[in-house]
């Protein structure tokens, strides 16, 4: 009877174990590596007990004179269990071996263990008699495993909390009854005593609780936790605003959402598990959709296929239809109505249409500085396609220069509506200057979200109000010049007297040169008054008919006795073609030779120095031109934007007056100034005048 007890007992331990082993081998691939090792350690203890029921004293089995035989075999698969929940619960093994290696080595472990103890059966101790029962060796051995089931215990506590909580809790009570389990296999004297049968019912409730643990975790979690998935996935669909539906390999419908359901006027029962030809007559699907619902052969996603369907009350309604294969077999249609996506579409459109009348740069970034939407103001400013960055949410700024003062002054002020100006060079090269507004935009619950950037283009107001500064400038410095120009004239006519006279009372050269210099720059100085006199008192031009031609060449001998002239090649061209313009023949005299006089100075470290002086007249034949090019040094483009304005000079001793009153000039004469120079390469100005216009005669 003894023996029969005994090996029910085990029996049912070891169908758990390997019921453990067989779980987990099952759901290898998906386990933690920690329920791996303890499924194949569970495979070692199965084991371990079917060779210690084998040998079981009453059953006398066992060698002559090793009764305690089987006791080894039981406390080694024990000493097994303690050891492999230890390493399972430390998780020290991050990955998984594979399960047919595992087992190999599970098997080689469990073959040399059990020859080892049998073969060399003489070395161990000896653990239990008939005689005296249980000896010391067995009891300390049984407290060491008792041990590690405690620190396993310890292990267990802080995991009780984690999102697996029924998993631990059931092998927290296992180990709680392997505690009281191994206690009783240490008070024993008998096989036959009430503790070693106490012993192995508590060892198959251990199990139990074990093997429940083992189960929820690699069977019952798995299911559940997708189960959960599949609930939160199915929700999330059916609160989406599209149309879905879903067709597994068969092509029937296996899952449709509310918005599914609503735009086609059907509850969900009547439509699950409909095949696709039945739901393209049940709806009376008509339009190109239902040929690209043909989709059996379907290897890519089908975009924007129209369809019409027809509900069970008669309404219609067209639809948008997008289908994508599935990687495991099967389909998802997605659809919405055309009618409400043209709506949203139109919106958008009229919103769009509505920023693009607009004259100033609108744009709406979010928090981080990306476009979302612009209008053409904004586009054409800076040169760029806003539609390349709402597509892709790139930040212009780090593509558009120009752009990147807008992201600096918002970095800077993040708060309420600020205002500031910006400047920044258009793609044609010009300079641009905004006064952008930004304002935050809120969303419901008062956070910002993003900010709307209006920008007005106050390019032509500043020029304006430079002008203005130039001239208040101009009106002052002829308030000042005029009391003194005259009074400096009067000098300088003194001086040029008194030098005069000495020059025709002295006999000495030495004091003639002197008197010379002197008139000569008495001269200079006139003519710097004269300059000041015109810019502070321009007089208006005496307009005659004058012939340009005759004009340049009258100035030929003028040009040549120039003390600047001396050394310079001086060529003119005239055209033989040539029609009159009204001038002041004085004043277009004054530009020329102010033009050659710096030309002149430009050429002073050229080696051949040239001037040329040309006159042409332009293919429409309404505009005469004086073109006057030297091959001096040129000028920089920094320094030709600054050309003509009023005291800006690059000479040492310059004023700055005489280009601004040639261009003045011509400006007074409807005409204007063109420029042409590179630096090292010389330089040409243009002047453009228009032709007289004779009146014609009209007959009635």
């Known amino acids: 009877n003894t023996s029969i007890s005994h090996t029910i007992l085990e029996l049912i331990c070891i169908f758990i174990a390997l019921s453990i082993f067989f779980v987990i081998w099952h759901n290898f691939e998906r386990n933690s590596p920690g329920d791996n090792i303890l499924g194949i350690g569970f495979f070692i203890v199965a084991v371990f007990d079917m060779v210690h029921t084998y040998f079981y004293p009453s ?85 060491i495993i008792i041990a590690l089931f405690i620190v396993s215990l310890i292990l267990l506590r802080n995991s009780l909390n984690l999102k697996d909580i029924f998993t631990y809790r059931y092998i927290f009570i296992s ?142 309604a067209k639809l948008a239809v997008d289908v994508f294969g599935l990687e495991k077999g099967g389909y998802v249609c997605l659809f919405d109505e055309i009618k409400k996506k043209q709506e949203m579409e139109n919106l958008q ?67 309420d509506k600020e205002t500031f100006e910006l400047s920044y060079m258009t793609p044609e090269g010009s300079k641009k200057e905004l006064i952008v507004q930004k304002t935050p935009v809120y969303n419901v619950d008062g956070e910002i979200i993003g900010h709307m950037e209006i920008g007005t283009d106050v390019t032509d107001i500043k020029i304006r109000h430079r002008k203005l500064q130039q001239q208040e400038k101009l009106a002052l410095l002829g308030q000042m010049s005029a009391s003194i120009v005259h009074e400096t004239k009067n000098y300088l006519a003194s001086i040029k007297g008194c030098c005069q006279l000495i020059n025709l009372k002295a006999k000495d050269e030495g004091i003639r040169k002197y008197v010379s210099k002197i008139e000569n720059i008495t001269d200079d100085i006139n003519t710097v008054v004269i300059d000041f006199l015109d810019m502070s008192k321009p007089r208006m031009p005496a307009f005659e008919e004058v012939s340009l031609n005759e004009l340049v060449k009258s100035m030929r001998f003028m040009l040549q006795g120039t003390l600047f002239s001396r050394t310079v090649d001086i ?112 330089t040409t100005f243009i002047i453009s005048l228009p032709c007289r216009v004779k009146a014609r005669s009209v007959s009635a």
């Open 59 to 143: 059953l006398r089995l066992h060698p002559e004179g090793f009764v305690d035989l089987s006791t080894r075999y039981w406390l080694i698969g024990r000493f097994t269990e303690g050891l492999i929940l230890i390493l399972a619960l430390t998780r020290i093994f991050k990955k998984s071996i594979n399960k047919w290696l595992g087992l190999f080595i599970a098997a080689a472990i469990t073959i040399i263990t059990i020859g080892a103890f049998y073969y060399l059966k003489d070395t161990f101790p000896v653990l239990f008699t008939e005689k005296d029962g249980l000896t010391v060796y067995k009891i300390v051995t049984e407290y």
């Open 175 to 316: 180990l709680l009854i392997a505690i009281p389990t191994g206690l009783c296999f240490t008070l024993f004297d008998k096989i036959t005593s009430f503790y070693c049968v106490l012993g192995h019912v508590l060892k198959i409730v251990y199990y139990y609780y074990l093997f429940r643990g083992i189960y929820v975790s690699a069977i019952e979690y798995p299911y559940t936790k997708l189960e959960e998935k599949k609930s939160n996935m199915s929700e999330i669909l059916s609160a989406s605003p599209i149309g879905i539906l879903t067709f597994d390999g068969k092509l029937r419908i296996n899952f449709a959402n509310r918005k599914a359901l609503e735009i086609l006027g059907v509850c969900e029962d009547s439509i699950l598990g409909m095949a696709l030809n039945d739901a393209v007559k049940k709806f009376h699907c008509a339009g190109n959709a239902y040929a690209g619902c043909e989709i059996k052969g379907i290897l890519e996603p089908v975009f924007n296929y129209t369809v019409t369907v027809k509900r069970d009350s008669g309404i219609t």
């Open 349 to 415: 459109l009229q919103t769009q249409t509505i920023l693009n009348s607009i004259e100033n740069t609108v744009a709406l970034v979010d928090k981080s500085d990306n476009i979302i939407m612009c209008n053409k103001a904004f586009e054409n400013a800076f040169g760029t396609n806003c539609r390349d960055y709402l597509d892709l949410h790139r930040d212009i700024s780090n593509d558009i220069p120009q752009a990147a003062g807008l992201k600096s002054k918002y970095n800077d002020k993040r708060k």
């Open 571 to 682: 060529q003119m061209e005239i055209t033989p073609k040539e029609k009159p313009v009204l001038c002041d023949k004085a004043q277009i005299k004054q530009v020329i030779l102010n033009l050659t006089r710096n030309a002149f100075e430009a050429m002073e470290e050229t080696e051949y120095p040239r001037l040329e002086i040309k006159t042409l007249l332009s293919n429409d034949s309404n505009i005469m031109m004086i073109i006057i090019s030297d091959n001096g040094k040129g000028i920089s483009e920094e320094v030709m934007g600054k050309i003509g304005t009023p005291f800006f000079t690059t000479k040492e001793n310059g004023t700055g007056l005489g280009l601004s009153v040639c261009y003045r000039i011509i400006k007074d004469h409807r005409g204007n100034i063109d420029i042409k120079s590179k630096k090292g390469m010389g």
